[in-house]
Antibody, heavy 120, light 109 residues
Framework: QVVLVESGGGVVQPGRSLRLSCVAS????????FHWVRQAPGKGLEWLAD????????YYGDSVRGRFTISRDNSKDTLYLEMSSLRADDTAVYYC?????????????WGQGTMVTVSS | SVLTQPPSVSAAAGQKVTISCSGS????????VSWYQQLPGTAPKLLIY???KRPSGIPDRFSGSKSGTSAALGITGLQTGDEGDYYC???????????FGGGTKLTVL
């Protein structure tokens, strides 16, 4: 079955960096695009970035463009989100999700999320 | 949010509810809309894709529609287990970004 497992969250000081990982299993990782989506405490979902299966095409949301970088390692079936210049308002649960063009590029499977807290 | 949803909706168990999602010419009209359900304390789950299609395992109590710059999610035969938050999502051609609605909290009375 399709499984996505995020890791790398924790408490980090403002201005520091953090890298999140999302390990995939149960399907051919190379064939799919992926997204990162976050949810601040008590708030709605916010799209952050996506990366196509070519590993080259990437898009970012305005709130993270220039600070966050999405990447993937097909040899490890792993998606990454490199976050820099972290701010208090980056505090959120971060989800990775699979993008399937068989379902109109909807996000058909999601991980359980990893919590990032930005605090001094 | 680029996509506007009502903050909350409610209806009695067994009844029907509709959640609206209003966008603009740069997003909904020319792109597929998908809908997600997030039950308390869980990750979001795909409910509707391609405007109205349901993934396998999603009951036909859930339906989607789209017209012009708006989309809607319908839920019939409401159950207490349907309580949670619902989000519409699409692509925005001007922003070149995926956009989410602000979410709608469903309460089943």
């Amino acid at each position: 079955q399709v499984v996505l497992v995020e890791s790398g969250g924790g408490v980090v000081q403002p201005g520091r960096s953090l890298r999140l990982s999302c390990v995939a299993s149960g399907f051919s990782f190379n064939d799919y695009g992926f997204h990162w989506v976050r949810q601040a405490p008590g708030k709605g979902l916010e799209w952050l970035a996506d990366i196509w299966n070519d590993g080259i095409t990437k898009y970012y949301g305005d709130s993270v463009r220039g600070r966050f970088t999405i990447s993937r390692d097909n040899s490890k079936d792993t998606l990454y989100l490199e976050m820099s210049s972290l701010r208090a308002d980056d505090t959120a649960v971060y989800y990775c999700a699979r993008d399937d063009d068989n379902v109109g590029n909807a996000l058909d499977f999601w991980g359980q999320g990893t919590m990032v807290t930005v605090s001094s | 949010s680029v996509l506007t949803q009502p903050p909350s909706v409610s209806a009695a168990a067994g009844q029907k509810v509709t959640i609206s999602c209003s966008g603009s010419s740069s997003n909904i009209p020319n792109n597929y809309v998908s809908w997600y359900q997030q039950l308390p304390g869980t990750a979001p789950k795909l409910l509707i894709y391609d405007n109205y299609k349901r993934p396998s395992g999603i009951p036909d109590r859930f339906s989607g529609s789209k017209s012009g710059t708006s989309a809607a999610l319908g839920i019939t035969g409401l159950q207490t287990g349907d309580e949670g938050d619902y989000y519409c999502v699409t692509w925005d051609n001007s922003l070149t970004a995926v956009v989410f609605g602000g979410g709608t909290k469903l309460t089943v009375l």
